[in-house]
């Protein structure tokens, strides 16, 4: 009891704290304004809370080093409670009383319901916490953006890591039946194929908390070497996991970004184990490589902070130095040329959050790592290099 209540009380000081920044009044004419609606209630708390920090601890880092260009920038969210209609109502409040220039979307919906205003407004340029492969569209989404790789790329990086660890391996896809859920496995279906892959089993599931019997039958009678879940935070995959090792079934189990958080694989305790997924950036805790933006972050908050933090961290350093190009260039600050100069990006260097340079061609960063659960170490750990999709 004493730990919803702590929970409940951080949840609601930090909401109050978002609202506290959202009525600050513009003040000054040089600078930069990020919205968002930020899930910081709702089913998608533990994402909003991070996303929020991280964008919060970039625009201070951006800030106390003197701005860019003559630009401060300021961070100005509303509590969007991860509902489409409260995102959108957050979304007209923060742009009718402010000049903003870029916007973090908290779901595929908001920013599928949002695209044709952007497109109207030609001053925004948006990222958010949906990868959605539907996004991945310039011409339909020309003002959107993913700070990652869309799900079907998360999917092609994994059929990657397995077509080369175990050629010809059988796959099986498990995903939730939802949009979210649905997404790569259609397109992921050719690129197994391309690959000298077999997909032997495509099983769909409700969302959460379900009986997975039926299904982890199925997958005994398959053998699949490997199942990726897509489509799920966390249930059922430990039930699939458990039910398939008392089966004796010998696969390895893999997941994509919203299922990768390292307190979401370790809350599976010992089935999680050896679980293995894609995740575009290093983790909060990595000291494999150099990383001065991990280094810089750890300063700032020396607790664990979630991958969901980092993903809002990036989307707030890609931003800024759209924004950054843009005005070194004396251009104005349409959503038009900052994706044009976001468009520009080759070879960046992230400090580290993604360990290789990368490159923004089209709306997304096609870059990945595999890691797996070490469960004594209570931590991920890289089991790949990089991989960079063309």
């Known amino acids: 009891m004493k730990i919803k209540t702590v929970k409940n009380w951080l949840a609601g000081s930090v909401v109050a704290s978002l609202l506290g920044v959202a009525g600050i009044a513009q003040a000054n004419d040089k600078e930069i304004v990020i919205g968002g609606s930020i899930p910081m209630s709702g089913v998608f708390s533990f994402a909003g809370i991070g996303i929020h920090a991280g964008i919060q601890d970039y625009v201070k880092i951006i800030n106390d080093s003197g701005g860019i260009e003559g630009y401060k920038l300021r961070y100005v969210p509303e509590d969007s409670g991860y509902k489409v209609d409260v995102s959108v109502a957050a979304f007209k409040k923060i742009t009718s009383q402010n000049k903003v220039d870029f916007y973090y979307g908290d779901s595929t919906g908001f920013s599928k319901t949002i695209n044709p205003e952007l497109n109207r407004m030609d001053s925004i340029l948006m990222s958010g916490a949906s990868f959605a492969t539907e996004l991945n569209d310039p011409e339909k989404y020309p003002y959107q953006f993913l700070a990652g790789p869309d799900y079907t790329e998360m999917f092609s990086i994994l059929l990657r890591y397995i077509a080369q660890e175990k050629p010809g391996a059988k796959v099986a896809f498990v995903y939730s039946d ?56 966390l249930a059922p995959i430990p039930e699939f996991i458990e039910q398939a090792r008392k089966m004796g079934l010998d696969t390895k189990f893999m997941g994509t970004f919203w299922t990768m958080d390292n307190s979401t694989v370790m809350q599976m305790g010992d089935v999680g184990d050896g679980f293995m997924g894609v995740m575009p950036y290093r983790y909060y805790y990595d000291e494999s490589a150099p990383a001065p933006m991990l280094e ?48 520009t990006i080759k070879d960046f260097d992230t400090g580290g959050l993604i360990g290789v340079p990368i490159t923004i061609s089209g709306n997304s960063i096609p870059v990945g790592r595999i890691y797996q659960a070490d469960a004594s170490k209570g931590q991920m750990v890289p089991v790949s290099d990089w991989i960079v999709l063309e």
């Open 296 to 343: 810089k972050i750890r300063e700032m908050r020396p607790e664990y902070q979630n991958v969901p933090y980092i993903q809002g961290f990036l989307s707030a350093m890609l931003y800024t130095e759209s924004a950054r190009r843009v005005l070194a260039e004396g251009k104005e600050l349409t959503a038009e040329n900052m994706k044009a100069a976001l468009n």
């Open 178 to 233: 939802t949009e979210f859920g649905r997404d790569p496995i259609e397109a992921s279906r050719k690129v197994a194929e391309d690959l000298g892959l077999k997909v032997a089993l495509e099983l769909m599931t409700p969302p959460g908390s379900v009986d997975v019997s039926t299904e982890t039958a199925k997958m005994r009678r398959a053998k699949p070497d490997y199942t990726i879940f897509h489509g799920y935070i």
